[in-house]
């Protein structure tokens, strides 16, 4: 009789010993297989191309492309997988924009081992595998910003002038004044520095 086939894992994860974690973990579920492990996201959108993983588990903040990169890469390509972020950050606007970019699921890296297996059989099935309570606090508080005041605050968040900003959106320095003011304005920020800060710690970055 044949035995049924393994729900084959893609990780994507920037730090060595987490990555090492995640699969170790993963591995000792007998319908759980670990087929690829990328160190950041340019890689990883390779591999589960090459490699057409079941589901994808990726950190947020990785070298070259970030998770919601990723996951919006992979969903413009129409890449089957089902992508679950795993990350540090329990906030509101990472979860909205990580289900925007067409992520299943999205846990936090300190949730049971066996909650991470669970979830990964949820996704391959086609349901969503989402924290309720944080769930409850991405709808409370709705992302203000336009992609646009997005880009620019970020890219002001590390330091870049306006010029460099500009020259990098291919956009006038006006525009990007008024994109950053906006955002301020928004977030009742007194500069773009602040603004960056709050627009940070709300996910929305």
Do not use: C
């Amino acid at each position: 009789m044949t035995s049924p086939r393994k729900i084959r894992v893609l990780l994507a994860e920037d730090q060595s010993l987490v990555l090492g974690a995640l699969a170790a973990l993963l591995s000792l579920e007998d319908d759980i297989e670990v087929v690829a492990q990328a160190p950041d996201g340019r890689e990883a959108l390779r591999l589960a191309e090459a490699e057409r993983p079941d589901v994808v588990l990726t950190d947020i903040e990785m070298p070259h492309l970030s998770g919601l990169e990723l996951t919006a890469e992979l969903t413009r390509r129409g890449n089957p997988a089902r992508v679950v972020i795993v990350t540090t950050f329990a906030r509101g606007g990472y979860l909205r924009r990580a289900l925007d970019a067409g992520a299943a699921g999205y846990l936090l890296k300190d949730a049971p081992a066996a909650e991470l297996a669970e979830a990964v059989r949820r996704v391959h099935s086609g349901l969503r595998a989402v924290d309720p309570e944080l769930a409850a606090t991405a709808w409370g508080d709705p992302d203000p910003l336009t992609d646009r005041q997005r880009q620019a605050l970020r890219l002001a968040g590390e330091g870049l002038s306006n010029a460099a900003i500009a020259e990098r959106l291919h956009l006038s320095e006006g525009t990007v004044r008024n994109y950053l003011s906006e955002a301020s304005s928004k977030l009742g920020a007194a500069n773009r520095v602040e603004a960056a800060r709050i627009a940070r710690q709300r996910g929305w970055l």
